[in-house]
């Protein structure tokens, strides 16, 4: 009870303080306490359905939940979208507020009336909301809190599916049963379901009436911070482990080893990479083999790529059975359920061991394999390591130069192959 007592009290400060600190998240496991790092769009119903009082609770509401989330650039980064009519972003992640300021610039906007437009908001915030030059983060995950008053004058299965393939995150927070007259425009009774991913009812709240919504600030707040719970919107670019498994042997050269990471780097370059997002991990072999990064080391594109850079040749044998082995016992063991795990294995000439037995293991464990030969490579080990069919999942080059060539292919393959998935 007392520490019951406790947690209530920290909770109480939390609300308004600007910065919730805490320091004693173990004992108390306070929940607010822990790093609420996603980019969000608040989606504010401003229709003339939920009149001024109602509008005036709506924003106190927003207020608290972004109180709760602690904003900051440690934190959360917060914007808003009001819609009725027409969405207006009243103020983009770019704001770069604290929970006080982004507080005060709710409470100053003003209704604007019209229908319910929820499909037109979410629309909005998938085209404009979340571009880099909108501020987005890159490095937290997107989410749109969309806040409605009974029913969506709208469609909203087609825009929210789109806004989930761009990776947005959807929670559908619904206040109030619908009125008669609302019920008339709805074309989609089901929408709330329609609308955010099916993982049992993580995605969505439902409020009875405006004057209990305070009660929801903290499970909302729990749910859209909690970033491992976010994967649901997942694209092809943010949701994968990617693990790279290059050939440092001799018959390389330095020079072209450079061309090796150089590739590398242009295949990593067109992912999401986060620790939330994709992340990218590296092996070099020769006889032996070492892990020049694993996935939990960097946690952005920038460093990824400056990781890259700075690998060394290592200059040796050629051993890719036990390459592709070591991959998977020392990068694969620390992927995350839900990450697709995606081996490239790159190499120029021919395996003194047997390459077929590791890569069967790896499949048999979930690996969809890319096989990437130079020069000497051998079509038969490559046709091993590659998942099927072949024709997408092996690639060659008939010199280092070339290389560059299968960039693009291997990304839109990884593409093909994701959307050909059945998803959540
Ligand atoms: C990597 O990308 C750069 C810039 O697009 C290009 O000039 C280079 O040829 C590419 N190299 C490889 C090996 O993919």
Known sequence: KLLLFIQRLFLSVCLF??????????????????????DVAFLMEGSWSIGKRRFAIQKSFLGNVVKAMGVGPQGAAVGLVQFGNKPTTEFNLKSQ???KEATAAIQEIKQQGGYSNVGKGLQHVYKTFFLDKS??????PNVAVVLLDGWPSDAVKEPARLAREAGINIFMVTVEEADQDEKKLVSEADFVNQAVCRTSGFFSLSVPSWNEVHKFVRPLVERVCNAEKLLCSKTCLNSADISFVVDGSSSVGFNNF???????????????ISDTATRIGMVQYTYEQRVEFPFNK??????????????????????????IN????NLFSATKPNKR????????????DDVRGPSAEAHKGGVIGYAVGISWAVHEELMAIASKPEKDHVFFANEFGGVNTVVSQIVTNICKEFNEQPRN
């Open 341 to 352: 795990k995606i081996l490239i294995v790159i190499t120029d000439g021919r395996s003194y």
């Open 298 to 323: 960097y946690n952005s594109k920038e460093d990824v790529l400056n990781a890259i850079q700075h690998v060394s040749y290592w200059n040796g044998g050629t051993a890719t059975g036990a390459a």
């Open 326 to 329: 070591y991959a998977v016992q």
């Open 135 to 140: 501020g987005n983060r890159g490095r937290a």
């Open 17 to 38: 303080d600007e910065e919730p600190v805490c320091l004693h998240t173990k004992v108390l496991s306070c929940w607010f306490c822990r790093n609420c790092k996603v």
């Open 97 to 99: 507020w604290t929970s």
């Open 258 to 272: 450079r061309t090796v990471l150089q590739f590398v780097a242009n295949i990593s370059r067109a992912f999401d």
